[in-house]
């Protein structure tokens, strides 16, 4: 498992290295996109603005934003794109299970794109000027929020598997999410308040602005909440990933047909 | 079926497929894209399956391959279900049809160690692995460059490596000389005739018919789905050989011409064909003792038997 992961590793960080040009533009975009909009905020709203830490909050949720985002659309692209140049089912000829194979994957691209997004994020609060705090316990609810991710990261690649094409639910969930990572659910009451516990991500969103960007303590108890969210979504993601399979088994479908 | 299976190297059973069966819907039609498959094959055979396009070559490679499920029948790999138990996969290693099988962006060697430790290998034995495969192939000198640099040929090369990589017993080459040049063809036959010999089992499908007649122990002509007919090369190559014999002579005068051809024999210009081994030496007695510029034997070879045997079969 090590093995393998280091070997994912390995081919990851050869092709960032071999052709950086994508990830730098990619790095330069995200940063200017948030500049922008922070900048006409801040036109439109006068000199004396204090977003505070309103601010934080959406510097956070706006690196979460990129984060999450490439963690979903990871297995479904890389899906996409190898069936398109045809090592897909070389994947699918390994003695492991296809979707450990993936994980694996996934989250070495993850280390990859982590060292980007300190870029993105340091660019960011020196542009802004506003510091985040990182305090250590920050990794347990964005494990909770990777884990939704991967879960719909699944649900995703399962989808490219059936239909091979996703590029037009892209744009739509992309914004959901968006939606997903900076609603403030842990305000909302009554009904709102449970459908924002089963919302997925937008928990541990919640608890991860908490701690970085109002410096608050950690609340075991919503992180208990989201963690339980998060392998909820981990697991039904794993299960439609490997129903896909067997159903792209079924019809031929694992290269493209 | 009968067996055919009598392998060079022994006989250790490396793959057996029994009534294999997989219908497509296409719309509201279903077609049949293979229709009970058997076959087997033994350590140090190369069975070549032969078929007009859409006859069900790769849906049945990838079928022994654990890609796409059967509707019915059976596949056993050195006696394990590719498609129930992964670990089978150990003993495989493919190259499929017209795609690249590579990371292009990768070098030659670094593909051989990601799909080494793919296939269940450590990396530091992928990585000696992978050094001995160029070795072998030929490619050292292009270990650093990225696949997408090589040419068609040396791709193919480093693609049949990949597939070499964890030692499988059992090889699935589909179309492995598809786009190839001639040199970069024979190449690829030299490369799977060793790779037959070391006792690893190979089915292949091709459209070129002399490259099937050149390295297969065995063909397999299969259409519409089914086997219409399995046997050793040589075999049939000899049934549909019949005895034709071509006798030229330097001169042929009229009487003797109608001499032969009363006893069976075809004549043209100063060309004797005949048609049955038996009437040779009659002919040959008839024309002494005129000058005989030549006696050969005409050999069927698999284009011919393979257009018979699918067209009769429309
Ligand atoms: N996934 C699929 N969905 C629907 N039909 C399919 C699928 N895969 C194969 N077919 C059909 O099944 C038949 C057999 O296809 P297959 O690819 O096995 O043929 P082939 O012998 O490999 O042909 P070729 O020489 O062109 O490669 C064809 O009619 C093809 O259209
Ligand atoms: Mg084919």
């Known amino acids: 498992m090590l093995e393998q992961f280091l070997a994912e590793l390995k081919r990851a960080w050869i092709q960032f290295r071999r052709y950086p040009g994508e990830a730098i533009?990619?790095?330069?975009?995200?940063?200017?996109?948030?500049?922008?909009?922070?900048?006409?905020?801040?036109?439109?709203?006068?000199?004396?603005?204090?977003?505070?830490?309103?601010?934080?909050?959406?510097?956070?949720g706006y690196g979460l934003w990129t984060l999450v985002t490439f963690v979903l659309f990871d297995i479904a692209g890389n899906l996409?794109?190898?069936?398109?140049?045809?090592?897909?089912?070389?994947?699918?000829?390994?003695p492991w299970r296809a979707s450990r194979v993936f994980l694996l994957r996934a989250i070495a691209n993850l280390f990859v794109q982590m060292l980007l997004l300190s870029c993105i994020v340091t660019l960011i609060m020196?542009?802004?000027?506003?510091?985040?705090?990182?305090?250590?316990?920050?990794?347990?609810?964005?494990?909770?929020?990777?884990?939704?991710?991967?879960?719909?990261?699944f649900a995703m690649g399962a989808l490219s598997l059936l239909l091979k094409r996703v590029q037009q639910i892209i744009a739509i969930v992309q914004f959901t999410l968006l939606f997903l990572l900076t609603a403030p659910t842990e305000e909302w009451t009554g009904v709102g308040r449970i459908v924002g516990f089963l919302l997925p991500m937008s928990g541990g969103a919640g608890v991860l602005r908490d701690l970085m960007a109002r410096g608050g303590d950690l609340d075991w108890g919503r992180l208990g909440l989201a963690l339980l969210n998060g392998v909820v979504y981990f697991?039904?993601?794993?299960?439609?990933?490997?129903?896909?399979?067997?159903?792209?088994?079924?019809?031929?479908?694992?290269?493209?047909? | 079926m009968i067996s055919l299976g009598v392998g060079k190297m022994g006989d250790q059973q490396i793959l057996q497929v029994e009534g294999l069966e997989k219908s497509y819907r296409i719309k509201k039609d279903w077609i049949r894209a293979v229709r009970s498959v058997s076959l087997d094959l033994s350590a140090g055979e190369v069975l070549a399956f032969l078929g007009p396009n859409g006859a069900g070559k790769t849906t049945s490679i990838k079928m022994m391959a654990g890609l796409v499920r059967p509707d019915g029948g059976k596949v056993r790999i050195l006696g394990g279900d590719p498609h129930r138990e992964a670990p089978v996969l150990r003993h495989v290693g493919a190259v499929l049809e017209g795609?690249?099988?590579?990371?292009?962006?990768?070098?030659?060697?670094?593909?051989?160690?990601?799909?080494g430790v793919l296939r269940g290998l450590s990396r530091r034995v992928a990585r000696s692995r992978g050094r001995e495969l160029l070795d072998r192939f030929e490619l050292s000198h292009k270990r650093n460059a990225v696949v997408q640099q090589l040419s068609r040929g040396m791709q193919q090369k480093v693609a049949i490596a990949v597939a070499l990589v964890h030692d499988p017993k059992l090889i699935l080459l589909d179309e492995p000389t598809l786009g190839l040049d001639v040199e970069a063809t024979m190449v690829v036959k030299r490369l799977v005739r060793e790779i037959a010999a070391e006792g690893r089992g190979i089915i292949l499908t091709t459209h070129q018919l002399d490259v099937a007649e050149e390295l297969s122990d065995r063909v397999a002509i299969i259409n519409q789905g089914s086997i219409v007919r399995m046997a050793r090369t040589q075999d049939l190559i000899a049934a549909f050989s019949g005895g034709l014999y071509e006798v030229v002579m330097e001169d042929l005068p009229e009487a003797i011409a109608e001499k032969v051809v009363a006893l069976g024999a075809l004549v043209e210009g100063n060309t004797i064909r005949v048609p049955e081994t038996d009437l040779l030496y009659g002919v040959l007695d008839i024309v002494r003792p005129g000058v005989i510029l030549s006696v050969s034997r005409q050999q069927a070879n698999l284009t011919d038997i393979f257009l018979e045997l699918v067209q009769g079969d429309r």
Do not use: H
Request: glycine share 12%.
């Open chain 1, 25 to 60: 533009g990619g790095i330069f975009i995200i940063t200017s996109v948030f500049y922008g909009l922070f900048l006409s905020a801040k036109y439109i709203a006068g000199p004396g603005l204090n977003f505070g830490d309103r601010l934080d909050a959406v510097i956070v």
């Open chain 1, 80 to 94: 996409q794109s190898e069936a398109q140049t045809g090592t897909l089912e070389q994947l699918f000829l390994s």
């Open chain 1, 126 to 153: 020196t542009l802004t000027g506003r510091f985040l705090s990182f305090p250590i316990t920050l990794i347990l609810p964005l494990f909770a929020v990777l884990l939704g991710a991967y879960g719909l990261s």
């Open chain 1, 235 to 257: 697991s039904l993601g794993l299960g439609l990933f490997g129903w896909a399979e067997r159903y792209a088994k079924r019809w031929g479908k694992l290269s493209g047909y």
């Open chain 2, 99 to 115: 795609n690249r099988n590579l990371y292009w962006r990768l070098t030659p060697e670094e593909n051989l160690e990601y799909f």
